[in-house]
């Protein structure tokens, strides 16, 4: 069966490259110029990914990633924002609100193909239930819940692959390499900074459940560890 995308895309020029992108990987893909036919599409048919620009007409990438995350049934589908907007804060402000991943334009063909594959293949390993537990600390793949002492939190896609990371790899210092490799799943050169965007949401979740903060440990030079 084919993997459904969605992509909401003002940019004719954008959106026949990746129509022919995906049509020509074996995706099926819907295109959308703006907010409100992709809204009543998604009430209609889910898909695997949605690949969202941020400048568009009416409502922005921002307000929909917004509402996509604040609807219980859309807000487990993985995605990828595809933007023009390339500094630091744009980026940090997409993924803080949610996003998988974050896409530069202008993008290379194979660059995007490879990125959701990486991600449907981690969305699709989350489906199936598996319990991670270290300490109290206790990881739920099939929802991504974080339990500890009682009390649980959500975490996304990339945030739960990260914390599962850390957590096989616990009191081992893990480099942004090998992070990198393992959660994206591609070359992420340039790109650490989305590193710690991930570690700093995981601890705010991680403490809002009762755990230090500190569980998580920066090693200087090298990137992060578990210390349970």
């Known amino acids: 069966m084919k993997h459904l995308v969605y992509s909401v895309e003002d940019d004719k020029n954008i959106q026949f490259v990746i129509k022919a992108a995906l049509e020509n990987s074996g995706f099926e893909i819907k295109i ?12 209609q048919k889910l898909p695997d990914l949605i690949l969202l620009d941020i400048m568009l007409p009416g409502e922005d990438g921002i307000a ?16 990828i924002i595809v933007s023009a907007k390339s500094t630091e804060i744009d980026k940090v402000v ?14 290379g063909v194979l660059e995007l193909i490879s990125r959701i594959k990486a991600l449907l293949r981690r969305s699709g390993e989350d489906g199936r239930e598996q319990i ?34 850390l957590m096989a790899h616990n009191q081992k210092a893990v480099n942004r390499e090998e992070i990198i490799g393992k959660v994206w799943g591609y070359d992420f050169l340039g790109e650490s900074r989305t590193v ?3 570690i700093k949401t995981i601890r705010q979740k991680l403490s809002s459940i009762g ?13 992060y560890k578990m210390m349970l």
């Open 211 to 223: 755990l230090n903060a500190e569980a998580i440990r920066t090693v200087r030079g090298i990137g």
């Open 196 to 198: 710690d965007v991930h």
């Open 94 to 107: 997409g993924l803080d609100l949610g996003a998988d991943d974050y896409l530069i334009k202008p993008f």
């Open 32 to 43: 959308f110029g703006e907010a409100e036919p992709f809204y009543k599409t998604l009430e």
């Open 132 to 165: 991670l537990e270290l300490n109290g600390l206790a990881l739920s793949n099939a929802e991504r819940i974080c339990k500890y002492k009682g009390k649980e939190t959500t975490l996304t896609a990339k945030e739960y692959e990260l914390l599962k990371l």
């Open 64 to 79: 929909i990633l917004q509402k996509l995350k604040s609807v219980p049934a859309w807000k487990e589908i993985p995605v």
